[in-house]
């Protein structure tokens, strides 16, 4: 399986982006899919985890009610739209499926 994450960039405190995961080799319907963050000078977060397609969701604390994984099989594309974005939040942010494969990661900047 092979992940491209993108829609990364600047933003400021309070607004959105949202971040895709577009995979090939591989539909993505029955894996979990999840985003993982790294901030500078810390270790890997946890933010989100979407069981196979029509299943649950699960968010870090620090991102719930902020951010929603969603999923788009017949894009075979995987979403994570954050609202209401934190200086916080800022890291680069890594999308993964089903704990083993990892796309390359997109930068997520928020201004105060």
């Known amino acids: 399986v092979q992940l491209q994450a993108s829609g990364g960039g600047l933003v400021q405190a309070g607004g959105s982006l949202r971040l895709s995961c577009a995979a090939s080799g591989r539909t993505l319907d029955t894996y979990v899919m999840g985003w993982f963050r790294r901030a500078p000078g810390k270790e890997s977060e946890f933010v989100a985890a979407?069981?196979?397609?029509?299943?649950?969701?699960y968010y870090a604390d620090s991102v719930k009610g902020r951010f929603t994984i969603s999923r788009d099989n017949a894009k075979n594309t995987v979403y994570l739209r954050m609202n209401s974005l934190k200086p916080e939040d800022t890291a680069v942010y890594y999308c993964?499926?089903?704990?083993?494969?990892w796309g390359q990661g997109t930068q997520v900047t928020v201004s105060s």
């Open positions: 979407s069981r196979r397609s029509g299943g649950m969701s």
């Open positions: 993964n499926a089903n704990w083993k494969y």
